[in-house]
């Protein structure tokens, strides 16, 4: 009678078990991880549902105005570094000035606040924080332009807030 030395059943057996283990032990870990995934995505959407964004009704009043609101100070007065003053009290107000130059004109003889985006309450933000009257905010919508607001300085600059 011949004895077959080449294979031990118990042998094999523990290399089976092994694998299957550490088969089993990845599947257990891919599975925990897609399970954080999607909590975490229903979570986000929860949020997004169910807080109100800055742009929806609140206590009856629509708040459509950005967080950061990025504008452009254009000097249309003619008398120079007045946009530099203008751009330092708007920054320390947080406002985002992206750009500073010189409008096309330098005999704009009221200061202008012009509305890019579609956005009036953007506008209304800058003319408050500046001392801008009401009817020199304008629309001017331009979807080119990747700001919100144009600051249009002109010669009536001393009446302003950062001069007062």
Not at 122 to 141: H, P, R, S, T, Y
Request: charged residues 20%.
């Amino acid at each position: 009678m011949k004895v077959n030395k080449s294979s031990n059943p118990k042998a094999s057996a523990s290399k089976v078990d092994s694998k299957t283990s550490a088969k089993n032990l990845f599947l257990n870990l891919s599975i925990a991880i897609l399970l954080i995934i999607i909590f975490y995505l229903l979570y986000s959407i929860i949020i997004k549902v169910l807080m109100p964004a800055e742009n929806e009704v609140t206590e009856g009043k629509v708040n459509v105005a950005a967080a950061v609101v990025q504008l452009e100070v254009l000097n249309g007065c003619g008398v120079p570094g007045i946009g530099e003053k203008f751009t330092s009290f708007l920054r320390a107000k947080s406002f985002d000035v992206v750009n500073l130059g010189n409008y096309i004109s330098s005999d704009v003889i009221n200061t202008l606040v012009i509305d890019r985006r579609g956005n009036l309450e953007n506008a209304k933000k800058v003319a408050e924080a500046l001392g801008v009257k009401k009817e020199n905010v304008i629309q001017q919508i331009n979807n080119d332009y990747f700001l919100d607001v144009t600051l249009v300085l002109g010669k009536d600059f001393n009446q302003l807030k950062p001069y007062r």
